[in-house]
């Protein structure tokens, strides 16, 4: 009797279910998973539920989940969130005994006063030594820079020292180091709403990179480079390499470098040098990945709980043993497995150098202009002329908003035009030869589809670029003042690279000089492809196909690769027809060359297709007339081919046009906009706005409307010159 | 007829033959990334792979990845077939329309497919999440091929019409004066000769919901529903990416893209045949 009640029991209390979303990968995820197995077998009101969501998309799709409930219970991200997220109202506060963790990274996650996440484990960097090569690390700048004899010698492959000295996360050990700040002391206004006592050094103040310590920062890698001591664009592939191949005996990288290492490897792990000009060690920054709670959670005890139980130390152990994890609980360093394991207990030594990033919006702003300072210094600039340069851009970056707008005045205009364009669309005329109502019924599918799933996000879309969006998620109309901002090229001289001028003319060439070679390739190749004569023509045909068919993510990085200065297959090519090397992403025509070839070895396939579709409807004996008419074959591809592809060519040529315009992420993967912005285009900056410089909506919304008019008026223009030439 | 020029034929092939490497060489990277033990970006300039392993191909169906790449497979396949059927059907509907039959509203309808080619992508991930939550059908697979075959309709339409132009009205004027009306003319005349521009459109809308993965992993909220491209961007993780498991996965993911263009490409070399005008 009790034990059937017990199981009735049992039935209606099924455990209930508590949503974590995570991005962990490998062990990091296989020690999650069976910390989420002990929490349920541990109780049974709960069921800790894990969903792997790529790392890309997490992010957003935090954004758009928890305000609408359908976000997680729990989920797993980084600390310098905590300033966007916690104003827009997604987190709710946990409770977490900041003692318990290593000091600064329960701090971390606490926001205007309220704790909103609890640390799992951080990241840093410090330096890896080979000790094959060298005994132990340098303590010093200079005791580091005295080996470079030793070791260096570029022309065999050989350096000093591996790391991403191009990217601004990693350059900003050696900024702090030289005693620059990214924040400076604001001269009397309100200062930021935080405690001094949370140690966040220099984070006070406005954004401001020009500083004697950042010059001094940027001369030191730009001499580390011009000796040869650390490679040039060395990418993280590079350094790896690098590194296990002995090939540099020391190396600045993160805990995520020992699983790239062989296991065979001898090395050792040490915080960053002191550097000798100043006394200080470098220090890199550090971030935190925690534990947040959502707002919105479904299961708000049970998550609390979850999280509890993933933040303990038990579980923390845990964490460390499996995964190797750096984890934020102190008394796991004191476990003798862990108190024995040198790389971690190394990485524990350089937190507490290392500056916890700023979790404030503003902090976004700062890695673009940083980034582009960096390189331009070593590219061979002037320190001081590139940070100058960095300020104007942060500068132009926090440009106050436009202001508010009486709605009336823009609704008039916008109603305006809107009537203007219909009274010009009624008397066009072709248009009214009566409707038939099989011919809508045809159309319908595709027009209700379209305009319910396409046209209505896209008006959503274009009515956000009349608004400004708020830190704290809100929106304040302000009319055209974002058109107005961008058009009138506020914060940069109208032909300066990040202007609006400069973007669209690179966007204009980049969109013609892919389109002639896309059709031309394309053409041409169809052309043969479609020849009685050619033999394997299917394996050709598929084969050709292949550029199109492997995910461009993995292959626009491997052209980067092959256009690398020192390692790339291009060079390599060069160098053997005994061309010199050329560093393809230092200037703008090569560069600019560089995301071209990409994108036309990516884009050549679906022109090629098209054609290939087309020239099947070309009846042969077309063909055979005007080879017996004794038409050579030029006169018989312009006079026959020609006039009758150019139809079925046309929408493909259009569209892909407009494609092109918009093909963003080849640009960011392969030049990144290198050198200085100069390769970006249009659609970049509204990429940019959106996601990378404090979620400025209505600033990508204005671009993106912007290029919508541009293109609008390009494909009118194109379809009223093309019916000219068939008209005539 | 025309006399063969064995000179201009092995110029043609030594081109196809050139085209071919290039449009390869980037590729035995790929190759060579998920021959090789280890999940390093190899960036030596040589493509050839110092050691083979199926190492990594192990682990895509193993603990390296998800374990559920059939599953993974399964979903990409049904997604990517569904996308392409409804943007064909629907749109080769629309092209007919376009193309055949005179209406008010035409030219603007057409122009209105167009313009929406012309918005930014990555503006409508959220716009899009708002709407598919409100028609319930977020994480599920059909809110994914309704995003996808939408999203495809406008190229599909404009390339279809573009190529129904180019058939001989004679013939619907023929099939009209016999009797047949306008859905018999579509579906008995001329679809059977668009057979290559249905091919191209195809292959089109199949590609286009194949390789995508951020509105996917936006929008799906249960791992039981992921694509095949979402789980292989798990392997991008924010500091360090696993570059052996991406391009094996990336093979896998590539080899049905292939096949399904062999099958099509034997549809290119149809179309109007000898009799076809004459009628």
Known sequence: ?????????????????????????????????????????????????????????????????????????????????????????????????????????????????????????????????????????????????????????????????????????????????????????????????????????????????????????????????????????????????????????????????????????????????????????????????????????????????????????????????VARQLVANRAAYDDPSVAKDPVLQAFRAAAALAIPMDASPRMQLVWEPGQSALRAALRGESPKVALAGADRQLRALQRPPPPRAAPWATLALVLCLAGAGLFFARRRPGTAEGGSRTAYAFVLPAALATVALVLLPILFSLGLAFFHHRADGGYDFVGLGNFADILASRGYAIIEPPSFYFTLAVTLLWTGANLVLHVGLGVALALLLHAPWLRLRGLFRVLLVVPWAVPNYLTALIWKGMFHRQYGAINGILRRLGFPAVSWFSHFATSFGADVATNVWLGFPFMMVVTLGALSTIPQELHDAATLDGATAWQRFRHVTWPLLRPALLPAVILGSVWTFNMFNIVWLVSGGEPGGTTDILISEAYRWAFARQAQYGYAAAYAAIIFVLLAAYSVGAQKLLARRESA | MSRPSAVRHALGHAAVVAATGAALYPVLWVIKMALSPG?????????????????????????????????????????????????????????????????????????????????????????????????????????????????????????????????????????????????????????????????????FAFLSAWNEYILAATFLGDARKYTLPVALQSYVGEYHTEWGHFAAGAIVVSIPVMLVFFALQKHLVAGLTAGGVKG
Not at chain 1, 22 to 44: G, I, K, T
Not at chain 1, 185 to 199: H, N, Q, V
Not at chain 2, 124 to 132: E, G, N, W
């Open chain 2, 39 to 203: 999940q390093a970006f190899d960036p030596s300039p040589s493509p050839w792979p110092r050691v083979v392993s199926l190492q990594n191909f192990r682990d895509l169906w193993g603990l390296g990845g998800t374990g559920h790449l059939w599953r993974e497979l399964g979903n990409s396949l049904i997604v990517a077939v569904a996308t392409a059927l409804v943007g064909l059907l629907s749109s080769a509907t629309a092209a007919f329309a376009f193309s055949r039959l005179r209406f008010r509203g035409r030219q603007a309808s057409l122009a209105f497919f167009l313009a929406t080619q012309m918005f930014p992508g990555i503006m409508m991930a959220i716009p899009l999440y708002i709407l598919l939550d409100d028609l319930r059908l977020l994480d599920s697979l059909t809110g994914l091929v309704l995003v996808y075959s939408t999203t495809s309709v406008p190229f599909c339409v404009w390339s279809l019409k573009g190529y129904l132009d180019t058939l001989p009205r004679e013939l619907d004027e023929a099939a009209r004066i016999d009797g047949a009306t306008s859905w018999q003319i579509f579906w008995k005349v001329i679809l059977p000769l668009a057979r290559p521009a249905l091919a191209v459109t195809a292959l």
């Open chain 1, 1 to 321: 009797m009790s034990a059937s009640a017990a199981l009735l029991a049992l039935a209606l209390v099924a455990p209930r279910p508590v949503a974590l979303w995570h991005s962990y990968r490998s062990e990091e995820a296989q020690a999650l998973q069976s910390l989420a197995d002990r929490f349920n077998a541990s109780q049974d009101r709960y069921r800790l539920e894990l969903l792997s969501i790529p790392f890309d998309a997490m992010s957003a799709k935090i954004s758009a989940a928890i305000p609408r409930g359908h976000g997680p219970d729990l989920f797993v991200f980084a600390h310098e969130r905590v300033g966007s997220w916690a104003p827009s109202g997604l987190l709710a506060p946990v409770a977490v005994d900041a003692a318990r963790f290593l000091p600064g990274t329960a701090e971390a996650f606490r926001w205007e006063g309220r704790q909103l996440g609890a640390p799992l484990a951080f990241k840093t960097l410090a330096l890896f030594f080979n000790r094959r090569l060298v005994a132990s690390a340098p303590k010093t700048t200079d005791e580091l820079l005295a080996l470079g004899g030793r070791f260096a010698d570029p022309a065999q492959g050989r350096f000093l020292l591996a790391y991403q000295s191009g990217d601004f996360y990693y350059h900003a050990a050696w900024l702090f180091g030289f005693g620059g700040s990214l924040f400076a002391p604001e001269e009397g206004g309100s200062g930021p709403r935080r405690d001094e006592a949370e140690g966040r050094a220099g984070s006070e103040g406005r954004l401001e990179l020009d500083t004697p310590g950042a010059e001094a920062s940027l001369a030191f890698v730009a001499k580390l480079q011009a000796e040869g001591f650390v490679p040039q664009e060395a990418t993280s592939a590079l350094v790896t390499e690098l590194f296990s191949q002995g090939k540099a005996p020391f190396a600045i990288n993160g805990p995520w470098f020992v699983g790239e290492l062989p296991k065979d490897l001898d090395y050792g792990v040490a915080p960053l040098p002191v550097v000798s000009a100043t006394g200080r060690p470098a220090r890199p920054f550090l971030t935190v990945e925690g534990l947040y709670l959502s707002a919105h959670a479904l299961e708000p005890e049970g998550a609390r709980e979850a999280l509890a139980f993933l933040v303990s130390d038990d579980s923390a152990l845990l964490r460390a043993k």
